[in-house]
């Protein structure tokens, strides 16, 4: 009994922690708003609101073959595209695991891997008559690491996230490095796009659904992309664009409140992820938010426990104390767990971790899961809440197309999403709604490669 009244103190000492008061959100809200306008103005900011280059939405009739590669956080992913114009098409696809090492390993090996890949998929598409022999494709890049760009088949790495590290190729053309690949395997492909699969999946999304105004990613990390108007980025003002053109901007949230750690609410559990992380300052929104974290924010909780005496006394607990263990999918398995029981949770933790658990203990991590997962989505509702605030999509309302496994997976995050809105916004905020996003990385990346063309 002892223990339980101390985990239930702990819980609520967590509650404490975690929990975003509506007030607490909208000033979250105005500070957001504030850094994508800095953004917009200078270069070189926290959120860097990096102008994409792609000009514009879809008409939806664009066609034609497309490559597609997509170098994600967790997989590398290749595909052939077809579009037939009317919003329509047809993909097919094959998906790479990416190592450690490879994510660590010197930068040209890993574009060189891409090109092996994309090689492998064309001859295979070639034989099974897809794909013209002989033909060049125009291939899109997804690349969802921030770029600096200054036009469209061109794009400067400007520091690694995600956990990638490979060496030699932050500050270098990405495209010129995978161009170079590609040409040393004789792969029949030519990059004619660069894009992100936050600004992909605001074309495609846009694509099928016109009212949508606002692309988010949750997965390894975290993203957004909207549309915004040339003559609001005074930072290209220089450049000679029609101050009448519209810019799909990749903000890389993600970055928002690092460094200063101002306005984002972190506990100490948020502090030891991010000293202890190859990129300790930076990416401190995605910190709180993406799938790369989640499951070890809780496991970092647990972990405390553990050392308090409070939980699995006299059982080895070497498993749980690995870095990085305790996948972000446990919690939304946690979390969705139909039996009174709990059986779900005992088999997470006797199956990977080596536990044995009571029933008030399993209870207690599913809390924890919840607290973890609703912070989650209550900070991703305070940056769409900047960008509708900031664009004026309220009153008229807007579709926020979003994607990653994070908000596709997890139990209830888009209505946490959701009720969060309404939290900032009050009754207005049910305007704003998220949806699942079409494949950004495949079919928007195609389509942004084939406005590419139409363009030129
Ligand atoms: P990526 O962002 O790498 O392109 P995903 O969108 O699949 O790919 O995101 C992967 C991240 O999502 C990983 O951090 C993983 O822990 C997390 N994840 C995978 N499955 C789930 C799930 N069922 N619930 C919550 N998070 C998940």
Redesign the pocket.
Known sequence: HATKRKMADHLRRLETMFTLTPQRMRMIVEAFKDALEIGLAKPGQVVPMIPTYVFGWPSGKESGNYLAV?L????LRVCLVTLQGGGKWEITQTKYRLTEEQKHDEGQLLFDFCAECLKTFVESSIESGQIQRGATLPLGFTF?YPCSQDKIDHGVLIRWT?GFGAPNTEGHDVVEMFKRSLEKHSVPAEIVALTC?TTGTLIASHYVNPTTKIAC?????CNAAYMERASDIPKISSLGIDPQDEIAINCEWGAFDSFEHEHLPRTKYDTIIDEASNKPGEQAFEKLI??????EILRLIICELIDEGVLFLGQNTYKIEIPYSF???????MESDPTDELLMIIGIFSHFFALETTLAERQFFRALAKLVGRRAARLSACGIAAIVSKMNYLEEGCAVGA????????PG?ADRIHEGLVDIFGEKGRNITTYHAEDG?GIGSAIVAAMTKNRK
Do not use: P
């Open positions: 997509d994600g956080g967790t997989n969802s995600k699969d990613i949750f997965g390894t990390g993406s799938g790369r974290y989640l499951g996948d972000t999918a446990f919690l939304s398995l994607d990653g496994s994070l908000y596709n997976k997890y995050f990385s």
